[in-house]
T-cell receptor, first 116, second 112 residues
């Protein structure tokens, strides 16, 4: 069975500081991994995805994530936080189940606050 | 067109009403999904349609009835809902059943 753990339900950083949002996954098969961002009263926007190609994945808005199989981690980083990065971030894992269908398992989310 | 469009954006309905949520995409995606998201929680999968056929029903109560009239359109029919059904309902689509969804911006539903 697949699962995702996001450490820290709330993270605060100063504008211009490094953003680090943590995600650990559990999967018995090679996973697909995703980071999504959600702004208030909006849907989810895909930031980046890992699909077993390069382990360092670059996404939109300057975000990137590194897949580390040995640590079962897929942490999201951005070198310099901007006020517009304040949002809810969800990590998700997806793998093929016994029925042949892929299903997302979302983490509980991390709310990022950017301080001026 | 790279969007999933959901209408209406907001809906208030009484417990005896019947209403429908609509989702449309023109990206040629053949898999479409309904998710329910309560405040401060991650989205929860409700239904999956693949090639216009219901593929997954996550044990959703029958007061929620999905419909996929064609490959571009997905509806969610609502009847006799409860206040605890108030949530953000998200539609998503993907090229096939492999992951990598495009989400719509959701319908904020309030049941009174």
């Amino acid at each position: 069975a697949q699962s995702v753990t996001q450490l820290g339900s709330h993270v605060s950083v100063s504008e211009g500081a490094l953003v680090l949002l943590r995600c650990n996954y559990s999967s018995s098969v090679p996973p697909y991994l995703f980071w999504y961002v959600q702004y208030p009263n909006q849907g989810l926007q895909l930031l980046l995805k890992y699909t077993s190609a390069a382990t360092l994945v670059k996404g939109i808005n300057g975000f990137e994530a590194e897949f580390k199989k040995s640590e079962t981690s897929f942490h999201l980083t951005k070198p310099s936080a901007h006020m517009s990065d304040a949002a809810e971030y969800f990590c998700a894992v997806s793998a093929k189940g016994t029925s042949g269908t892929y299903k997302y398992i979302f983490g509980t989310g991390t709310r990022l606050k950017v301080l001026a | 067109d790279t969007e999933v469009t959901q209408t209406p954006k907001h809906l208030v309905m009484g417990m005896t009403n019947k209403k429908s949520l609509k989702c449309e995409q023109h990206m040629g995606h053949r898999a479409m999904y309904w998710y329910k998201q309560k405040a401060k929680k991650p989205p929860e999968l409700m239904f999956v349609y693949s090639y216009e056929k219901l593929s997954i029903n996550e044990s959703v109560p029958s007061r929620f009835s999905p419909e996929c009239p064609n490959s571009s359109l997905l509806n969610l029919h609502l009847h006799a809902l409860q206040p605890e059904d108030s949530a953000l309902y998200l539609c998503a689509s993907s090229q096939d059943l492999r992951p990598g969804y495009t989400f719509g911006s959701g319908t904020r539903l309030t049941v009174v």
